[in-house]
Nanobody
Framework: VQLVESGGGLVQAGGSLRLSCAAS????????MAWYRQAPGKQRELVAG????????NYADSVKGRFTISRDNGKNTMYLQMNSLKPEDTAVYYC?????????WGQGTQVTVSS
């Protein structure tokens, strides 16, 4: 099983990034997916989640209205569109895949927002 995040980088405050999470080795369409982040010295937190069919999403209050989670089951890929980025969004962003019996993590991608 592999979850590979990409799209992180350095961006100025107010800018945008689009993260991708490409999955292999799992039946992607049966997994609920989510983005998490962990800033230095802080616990990992849920940023956004999406159901297996993409029909329902949820967001942390801190990112509502700025971030959009989506998935393409035909491409086994999940996305996170991040707009109006703030310095407090700086963190390592991880994707997670969850089914009734298992959970997998990606290796993470660094997002740094400069003020």
């Amino acid at each position: 099983v592999q979850l590979v995040e990409s799209g992180g980088g350095l961006v100025q405050a107010g800018g945008s990034l689009r993260l991708s999470c490409a999955a292999s080795g799992i039946t992607f369409s049966i997994y609920a997916m989510a983005w998490y982040r962990q800033a230095p010295g802080k616990q990992r937190e849920l940023v956004a989640g999406i159901t297996s069919d993409g029909g329902s999403t949820n967001y942390a209050d801190s990112v509502k209205g700025r971030f959009t989670i989506s998935r393409d089951n035909g491409k086994n890929t999940m996305y996170l569109q991040m707009n109006s980025l703030k310095p407090e969004d700086t963190a390592v962003y991880y994707c997670g895949a969850t089914s009734w019996s298992s959970h997998y993590w990606g290796q993470g991608t660094q997002v740094t927002v400069s003020s």
